[in-house]
């Protein structure tokens, strides 16, 4: 398999921007911004690239849909379980 040698540019409105901090983050409204993070990607040299591709590469093989899924629904379970002891507690 080659080595990988792009760049992600992600909405900074993606959910998914904030687990990948390795992508150049862009507001696709703002086209000065887009225009400037677009040129961002193209202007890093291949051992940066290659070097953001493989961090996001293994923050995805670890973070699947799975494992957040699981956090997400812990996550609703600790909320649940910290309102029903607020509203016990009144």
Not at 67 to 78: S, T, V
């Amino acid at each position: 398999q080659e080595q990988p040698n792009g760049a992600l540019v992600i909405s900074e409105f993606a959910g998914a921007s904030v687990e990948l901090p390795y992508a150049i983050r862009t507001n696709p409204y703002d086209s000065k911004d887009l225009k400037d993070s677009l040129l961002s990607a193209l202007s890093l040299d291949v051992s940066e690239r290659s070097l953001r591709i493989k961090r996001m590469y293994e923050i995805v093989k670890h973070y699947d849909v799975q494992r957040w899924g699981q956090d997400f629904l812990e996550g609703l379970e600790k909320a649940t379980d910290t309102r029903t002891a607020c509203i016990r507690a009144e």
